[in-house]
Nanobody, 122 residues
Framework: QVQLVESGGGLVQAGGSLRLSCAAS????????MGWFRQAPGKEREFVAV???????YYADSLKGRFTISRDNAKNTVYLQMNSLKPEDTAVYYC????????????????WGQGTQVTVSS
């Protein structure tokens, strides 16, 4: 069992940066892939990034170059650095843990945090 708690969301102006954190409980954190997803009002939850325990990292094509995922297994924490934020990045951001067959699909992750709101003003 893994419990996830996100933090770091907030209100930022377009062009600004935020770093989200996701703290995990449980001794098996290092064995899971850690993903970030986001969900805007009226839209489906969409893939942002994933970092596998072995270090492989993948991003949504539209976010490459602006978002960076990292993890610190010693701290049981995964991060999402978001730069050059745009109003369309406004969403609730969720972290997730699992070993999905397809890391871009939410259904592959059994463990989810409660989400943190990111609002980007124009």
């Amino acid at each position: 069992q893994v419990q996830l708690v996100e933090s770091g969301g907030g209100l930022v102006q377009a062009g600004g940066s935020l770093r989200l954190s996701c703290a995990a409980s449980g001794r098996t954190f290092s064995s899971y892939a850690m993903g970030w997803f986001r969900q805007a009002p009226g839209k489906e939850r969409e893939f942002v990034a994933v970092r596998w325990s072995g270090g492989n990292t993948y991003y949504a094509d539209s976010l490459k170059g602006r978002f960076t995922i990292s993890r610190d297994n010693a701290k049981n924490t995964v991060y999402l650095q978001m730069n050059s934020l745009k109003p369309e990045d406004t969403a609730v951001y969720y972290c997730a843990a699992g070993n999905p067959f397809n890391s871009r699909l939410p259904a592959g992750y059994p463990y989810w945090g409660q989400g943190t709101q990111v609002t980007v003003s124009s």
